[in-house]
T-cell receptor
Framework: AQKVTQAQTEISVVEKEDVTLDCVYE???????LFWYKQPPSGELVFLIR??????QNEISGRYSWNFQKSTSSFNFTITASQVVDSAVYFC????????????????FGKGTKLTVNP | GAVVSQHPSWVICKSGTSVKIECRSL??????MFWYRQFPKQSLMLMAT?????????EQGVEKDKFLINHASLTLSTLTVTSAHPEDSSFYIC????????????FGPGTRLTVL
């Protein structure tokens, strides 16, 4: 069965600090996708990144970076120079490749990490 | 691009009534839409997968007669909570996958349901 573990329930940092959100996943599939979503207090989930299991290259997008390590089944997310606007709940998620239907498969979410960035 | 809307954004109803929530993909077509439920301070739990023109696939433990899903077109799926009870109060979120690049789900803003 697929499983996503976000061990950090809550993290609190001061503005400009760097922060890393951990994500560990379990799957028997060799082909899968990993995602990060941000859920601000308004409730709407914002897509941040999708990474497929074939691509272990780390990615950087502005202050955001992601470290995908297949050997440890981890997909960690780092925010550099955090800002108050980064305060939100962040979810890591996993899905199959969708080979059975040729389309998207269901997402399995971690429990989320609540990040609070204080001024 | 990839905008998903939900209506209403919040609803309060009396116990025993039915509530319909709409999920629309505004700028893309979606053969597959998903319905999630989120309790306060908890993660999203998938309720069902909705495919256009066919019956929805419900997750284990989700009552299909209570949570009716209709995916009538490539841009619209509806979730009807029938005979709602206070325990159905929750945050309901839909997501949709574009026909092309179907592996990313884009989420609606959610609907907060409160049953009195």
């Amino acid at each position: 069965a697929q499983k996503v573990t976000q061990a950090q329930t809550e993290i609190s940092v001061v503005e400009k600090e760097d922060v890393t959100l951990d994500c560990v996943y379990e799957t028997r599939d060799t082909t899968y996708y990993l995602f990060w979503y941000k859920q601000p207090p308004s409730g709407e989930l914002v897509f941040l990144i999708r990474r497929n299991s074939f691509d272990e290259q780390n990615e950087i997008s502005g202050r955001y970076s992601w470290n995908f390590q297949k050997s440890t089944s981890s997909f960690n997310f780092t925010i550099t120079a955090s800002q108050v606007v980064d305060s939100a709940v962040y979810f890591c998620a996993l899905s199959d490749y969708g080979i059975t239907q040729g389309g998207s498969e269901k997402l399995v979410f971690g429990k989320g990490t609540k990040l609070t960035v204080n001024p | 691009g990839a905008v998903v809307s939900q209506h209403p954004s919040w609803v309060i109803c009396k116990s025993g009534t039915s509530v319909k929530i709409e999920c629309r993909s505004l700028d893309f077509q979606a053969t597959t839409m998903f319905w999630y439920r989120q309790f306060p301070k908890q993660s999203l739990m998938l309720m069902a997968t909705s495919n256009e023109g066919s019956k929805a696939t419900y997750e284990q433990g989700v009552e299909k007669d209570k949570f009716l899903i209709n995916h009538a077109s490539l841009t619209l799926s509806t979730l009807t909570v029938t005979s709602a009870h206070p325990e159905d109060s929750s945050f309901y979120i839909c997501s949709a996958s574009p026909l092309a690049g179907a592996d990313t789900q884009y989420f609606g803003p959610g609907t907060r349901l409160t049953v009195l």
